[in-house]
């Protein structure tokens, strides 16, 4: 079952991957763009995949306005900004790495679905976690 490797393709063939596996706090997810030489990948746990989540439909429903940015701690620390510069994008930046990871609009939707299946996964290895350790 994991890892659990997902590939989000758009109709120009741009593509996000988005990988789960176990971590001690339930999940781990890599966000990558293979279709894109040395681009920086992304990491959350479940929390940060939660409020990615969030954000994803809180930045569909903001455009054309501006959206607050939102910031979680712990070990995958991460800022999630809305930006309009030349085009519009969700970008996620992390203090481990010095690049962010944009996220275009053209994936918003599917990698809001695929997320709500992460975030279930996410739950239920943290809850098995706990169990082992008891």
């Known amino acids: 079952m994991f890892p659990r490797i997902r590939e989000i393709i758009d109709a120009g063939g741009s593509r996000l991957r988005v990988s789960v596996e176990p971590h001690p706090s339930g999940a781990l997810v890599l966000f990558e763009r293979p279709d894109r030489a040395h681009y920086p990948q992304a990491m959350l746990d479940g929390y940060g995949v939660e409020v990615l989540c969030g954000y994803i439909m809180a930045a569909r429903l903001a455009l054309p306005n501006p959206l607050p940015d939102e910031i979680v701690d712990g070990a995958f ?58």
Not at 107 to 131: M, Q, T
């Open 77 to 134: 620390a991460s800022r999630f900004s809305l930006t309009h510069r030349d085009t519009v994008s969700l970008v996620l930046t992390q203090a481990s790495v010095r690049a962010s990871f944009e996220i275009p609009p053209q994936f918003w939707d599917r990698l809001y679905a695929e997320l709500s299946v992460v975030i279930a996964h996410s739950r239920e290895l943290g809850r098995r976690s706990v169990h082992r350790l008891q």
